[in-house]
Protein backbone atom coordinates (compact mmCIF):
# COMPACT_ATOMS: atom_id res chain seq x y z
CA UNK A 1 0.00 0.00 0.00
CA UNK A 2 2.63 2.35 1.11
CA UNK A 3 4.43 1.95 -2.56
CA UNK A 4 1.31 2.90 -4.35
CA UNK A 5 1.10 5.89 -2.03
CA UNK A 6 4.81 7.29 -2.64
CA UNK A 7 3.90 6.61 -6.15
CA UNK A 8 0.63 8.22 -6.79
CA UNK A 9 1.54 11.09 -4.63
CA UNK A 10 4.29 12.40 -7.81
CA UNK A 11 0.99 13.27 -9.04
CA UNK A 12 -1.98 13.53 -6.70
CA UNK A 13 -2.79 14.13 -3.38
CA UNK A 14 -3.55 10.88 -1.76
CA UNK A 15 -5.95 10.35 1.09
CA UNK A 16 -5.50 6.86 2.49
CA UNK A 17 -8.16 5.61 4.88
CA UNK A 18 -9.08 1.92 5.53
CA UNK A 19 -12.88 2.27 6.64
CA UNK A 20 -15.92 3.10 5.08
CA UNK A 21 -17.15 6.09 6.98
CA UNK A 22 -13.21 7.79 6.40
CA UNK A 23 -13.57 7.47 2.94
CA UNK A 24 -17.47 9.01 2.79
CA UNK A 25 -16.17 12.17 5.32
CA UNK A 26 -13.33 12.48 3.16
CA UNK A 27 -14.92 12.53 -0.07
CA UNK A 28 -17.80 15.01 1.31
CA UNK A 29 -15.41 17.40 2.63
CA UNK A 30 -12.70 17.49 -0.67
CA UNK A 31 -12.90 17.07 -4.59
CA UNK A 32 -11.99 13.75 -4.97
CA UNK A 33 -11.19 13.02 -8.31
CA UNK A 34 -10.90 8.96 -8.54
CA UNK A 35 -10.74 6.31 -6.04
CA UNK A 36 -8.15 3.57 -6.00
CA UNK A 37 -9.31 0.44 -3.52
CA UNK A 38 -7.96 -3.07 -3.25
CA UNK A 39 -11.56 -4.64 -2.52
CA UNK A 40 -10.86 -7.69 -0.97
CA UNK A 41 -8.93 -6.43 2.29
CA UNK A 42 -11.42 -7.04 5.10
CA UNK A 43 -13.06 -10.12 3.74
CA UNK A 44 -14.49 -8.21 0.99
CA UNK A 45 -15.53 -4.98 2.26
CA UNK A 46 -13.76 -3.19 -0.82
CA UNK A 47 -17.24 -3.80 -2.59
CA UNK A 48 -19.30 -2.31 -0.02
CA UNK A 49 -17.54 0.91 -0.48
CA UNK A 50 -17.72 0.93 -4.15
CA UNK A 51 -22.09 0.75 -3.35
CA UNK A 52 -21.42 3.39 0.13
CA UNK A 53 -19.92 6.01 -2.66
CA UNK A 54 -22.08 5.56 -5.40
CA UNK A 55 -25.05 6.17 -2.98
CA UNK A 56 -23.69 8.78 -1.26
CA UNK A 57 -22.36 10.89 -4.20
CA UNK A 58 -24.87 9.54 -6.84
CA UNK A 59 -24.83 12.95 -9.15
CA UNK A 60 -20.95 12.59 -8.86
CA UNK A 61 -19.09 10.56 -11.86
CA UNK A 62 -16.06 9.16 -9.36
CA UNK A 63 -14.19 6.72 -11.25
CA UNK A 64 -13.28 3.68 -9.19
CA UNK A 65 -10.17 1.98 -10.24
CA UNK A 66 -9.38 -1.70 -8.29
CA UNK A 67 -6.66 -3.11 -7.76
CA UNK A 68 -7.16 -6.71 -6.50
CA UNK A 69 -5.19 -10.29 -5.48
CA UNK A 70 -8.26 -11.55 -7.24
CA UNK A 71 -9.46 -11.85 -10.43
CA UNK A 72 -13.11 -11.25 -10.17
CA UNK A 73 -13.60 -7.74 -12.74
CA UNK A 74 -16.42 -10.40 -14.17
CA UNK A 75 -18.68 -9.85 -10.92
CA UNK A 76 -21.78 -7.66 -10.92
CA UNK A 77 -19.56 -4.89 -8.97
CA UNK A 78 -16.92 -4.83 -10.96
CA UNK A 79 -19.04 -3.75 -13.61
CA UNK A 80 -19.24 -0.33 -12.18
CA UNK A 81 -15.40 0.49 -12.08
CA UNK A 82 -13.54 2.87 -14.09
CA UNK A 83 -10.53 -0.18 -13.98
CA UNK A 84 -9.78 -3.33 -12.86
CA UNK A 85 -6.12 -4.39 -12.40
CA UNK A 86 -5.02 -7.90 -11.33
CA UNK A 87 -1.66 -7.62 -8.77
CA UNK A 88 0.99 -7.65 -9.45
CA UNK A 89 0.94 -4.26 -10.72
CA UNK A 90 3.65 -1.95 -10.41
CA UNK A 91 3.45 1.10 -8.59
CA UNK A 92 4.65 3.33 -11.82
CA UNK A 93 1.83 1.83 -14.07
CA UNK A 94 -0.83 2.15 -10.82
CA UNK A 95 -0.33 5.93 -11.30
CA UNK A 96 -0.16 6.13 -15.83
CA UNK A 97 -3.88 4.35 -15.04
CA UNK A 98 -4.93 6.31 -13.22
CA UNK A 99 -3.76 9.63 -15.06
CA UNK A 100 -5.44 8.19 -18.28
CA UNK A 101 -8.42 7.00 -16.19
CA UNK A 102 -8.56 11.04 -15.42
CA UNK A 103 -7.79 12.04 -18.97
CA UNK A 104 -4.46 13.47 -17.65
CA UNK A 105 -2.15 11.46 -19.54
CA UNK A 106 1.21 13.01 -20.07
CA UNK A 107 1.01 14.99 -16.84
CA UNK A 108 3.72 16.42 -15.39
CA UNK A 109 4.32 15.33 -12.04
CA UNK A 110 3.32 17.39 -9.31
CA UNK A 111 5.57 19.71 -7.60
CA UNK A 112 7.31 18.48 -4.58
Given at each position: ????Q ?52 P ?17 D ?5 A ?17 E ?5 G ?6
Amino acid sequence: MELYQRELSKSFTVLAYTDTQGVLAAMAQRDVQAVVIEPEIRSGQGWDLIQAIQAAFPGRAIPVIVCSTRDTRYGDPARKVARYLTKPVLPKTLREITLEVLGMRGAAPRPA
